[in-house]
Nanobody, 127 residues
Framework: QVQLVESGGGLVQAGGSLRLSCAASGRTASTYSVGWFRQTPGKEREFVAACSRSGGFTYYADSVKGRFTISRDNAENTVSLQMNSLKPEDTAAYYC????????????????????WGQGAQVTVSS
């Protein structure tokens, strides 16, 4: 069973950048598609970005397209989310998630499709 641990959250001013990392344990981590979601108190978890098992296919929410970049390093079993031009509305707890995938090109944007979650990393963007 793969386990996920996020790191890299913090406080940043609007317009700044942060990089979140998600370390995956387990020898089969490269067989999982991965995604990033975020959640603020009282709201449902929101899709941010997803990356296929191979890393060759990505998909983004419209709200972050052009500002955020998801990437993975299967050799290091890590997934990253580079966040640029941050806005106060990006403030949330960010979660990485993984889903076993038998098709290398598939990406998944529904939280219900993922069955493994990290503990979350807080990102706060001040105005």
């Amino acid at each position: 069973q793969v386990q996920l641990v996020e790191s890299g959250g913090g406080l940043v001013q609007a317009g700044g950048s942060l990089r979140l990392s998600c370390a995956a344990s387990g020898r089969t981590a490269s067989t999982y598609s991965v995604g990033w979601f975020r959640q603020t108190p009282g709201k449902e978890r929101e899709f941010v970005a997803a990356c296929s098992r191979s890393g060759g296919f990505t998909y983004y929410a419209d709200s972050v397209k052009g500002r955020f970049t998801i990437s993975r390093d299967n050799a290091e079993n890590t997934v990253s989310l580079q966040m640029n031009s941050l806005k106060p509305e990006d403030t949330a707890a960010y979660y990485c998630a993984a889903k076993k995938s038998f098709v290398g090109s598939f990406v998944y944007s529904l939280s219900s499709e993922y069955d493994i979650w990290g503990q979350g990393a807080q990102v706060t963007v001040s105005s």
